[in-house]
């Protein structure tokens, strides 16, 4: 048999059984919309991180809500959208209720925080926590005589 064949008989075999993305480049370097929604950008600077969260539809601030642990950022809330007279025909991105978890590349202190929302995207500034031993804690070692 042909190598040639053999190898394109494996590569599609492995895309029936993997999915047709299975050999795009870049694989992984993009969210899947399916299972990571809303889609978040992270920027950094020195002294801070920011998070930006793509919410389209948020109505008013009790539709959100933002939770940070110091080294993850929850927001879970509710989108809606209403249009009035008008039928569903196709749908893209996510309505109803959502979670995400963010884990963060950093430590970043749990107060101050800012949010705001602006033109369907939410900003979280989160100070990075850079105290000596931020990122570290020592364990305390129990000696066990036999």
Known sequence: ????????????????????????????????????????????????????????????????????DPFKLTVQGKLSLTMDSYRLNAEEFQLGEFQREVTLPVKVLQEPVQAFYRKGLLFIRLLKDSRPGANQRKVNLNWVQE
């Open 1 to 68: 048999m042909d190598t040639w064949k053999q190898m394109m008989d494996w590569k599609r075999m492995a895309e029936e059984y993997f999915g047709d993305q299975f050999f795009t480049p870049n694989q992984g370097t993009k969210a899947d919309i399916r299972n990571e929604s809303p889609l978040c950008n992270i920027y950094e600077t020195p002294q801070e991180i920011c998070c930006v969260f793509a919410l389209p539809g948020l109505n008013r601030t009790e539709d959100v809500e933002v939770m940070v």
